[in-house]
């Protein structure tokens, strides 16, 4: 162990009573010996406890049928999200203009992202009422287990067939080791051969043999190598009947249906037979799993609430600058939201 390394352990052991689920950036969490002695089961029953108290308190905000689709599933899809009118306004919002895109390769896909912050939605109204909707952040809330500001921006999942390794994210995989929830209006239909969201109903559940599947994973996480290696665990189809799982299911749907998902289940991208483009408004709530309170956020301060994702790319652009660290978001400049992939 180094001199920084003795410097930065508080840090690290003070890490596990956080969201952090790297298991090679956090010596601590990546222990083999500690993990074999249930540290990361331990986080994730304590996760799961916390995440049931906090929910009682948010049920209040859904209907039953609500609380009953996500309790059995671990997701909604909500068909009409908008009235036909602003769902069309919408749309006339986001195609036909540009805007100051970044990009991420992975493999065939490329994700391409447009911060949604306080200066943008005050000239587009339709999306500033997708944002700051009720019903969606109650289902959030809930789904996530936490009260607090979601991030929203327009996202462009641009597929490719063919000539470049797998895209990383059509594995089925947990995006961490706690309740987070994700959503996606969709600007446009997308059929069963147009990369369509897959979701493995009631993966979102924490039964006794997703435990044991969890303490396996930990064993060997750390030296996994890919998104493993960094706390989002990938499950093979073959695993799932083992769990008590059924098969994947694609979320196919029509222009103006909302999805929301609770992404501690097991969820993916489908692959794509041939190159497509997919437009949505996308949205995502993660915090803190151990704290008790479901309210008191800060990213809800003024000058915080939808600029939060503007500041964090700001961020990672000076960490490049000066600390050396990679940021994986391109700035590729001015671009229409379905224009060909810039990287």
Not at 136 to 160: C, D, K, N, V, W
Request: proline residues 7%; charged residues 25%; glycine residues 8%.
């Amino acid at each position: 162990m180094t001199p920084f390394d003795i410097l930065k352990s508080p840090f690290w052991l003070a890490e596990i009573a956080t969201g952090t689920k790297s298991f090679v950036a956090n010596p601590i969490l990546g222990n083999p010996k500690l993990n074999e002695r249930g540290l990361h089961l331990a986080r994730v029953k304590v996760a799961g406890r916390m995440a049931q108290m906090r929910r009682k308190r948010l049920g209040h905000r859904l209907n039953a049928a609500e609380r009953e689709a996500y309790d059995r599933d671990g997701f909604l899809v909500q068909e009409n999200f908008l009235p036909d009118e602003i769902f069309e306004q919408l749309k006339d919002e986001v195609y036909g203009r540009d805007f100051h895109a970044r990009e991420m390769r992975q493999g065939r896909a490329v994700t391409r992202i447009v911060p949604l912050p306080v200066s943008l939605l005050e000239t587009m109204p339709a999306t500033r009422q997708v944002v700051e909707s009720e019903p969606l952040r109650a289902a959030m809330h809930y789904m996530s287990s936490r009260g607090g500001e979601p991030t929203f921006f327009i996202q462009t999942i641009l597929a490719e067939a063919s000539g470049r390794k797998a895209d990383p994210q059509t594995d089925l995989h947990a995006d961490t080791f706690h309740s987070t929830v994700k959503c996606w209006l969709f600007l446009h239909d997308v059929g069963p051969e147009d990369g369509p969201f897959c979701f493995v109903p009631g993966s979102h559940r924490l039964t006794q043999e997703r435990l044991d599947w969890e303490y396996r994973q930990s064993l060997h996480a750390r030296d996994a190598g890919g998104h493993t290696a960094f706390g989002s665990f990938r499950v093979k189809p073959d695993e799932l009947a083992e769990l008590g799982y059924g098969a994947p299911v694609p979320v196919t749907v029509k222009a103006n249906t909302m999805v929301i998902a609770d992404t501690f289940a097991f969820h993916g991208r489908t692959p794509s037979p041939r190159p497509t483009v997919r437009v949505e408004i996308n949205g995502n709530l993660r915090r803190n799993p151990f704290l008790p309170w479901t309210g008191f956020d800060p990213l809800a301060l003024p000058g915080i609430r939808h600029n939060q994702m503007s500041l964090n790319l700001h961020w990672l652009d000076l960490r490049q600058r000066y600390l050396g660290k990679p940021n994986v978001w391109r700035d590729v400049g001015e671009v229409a939201i379905d224009a060909t992939a810039r990287i």
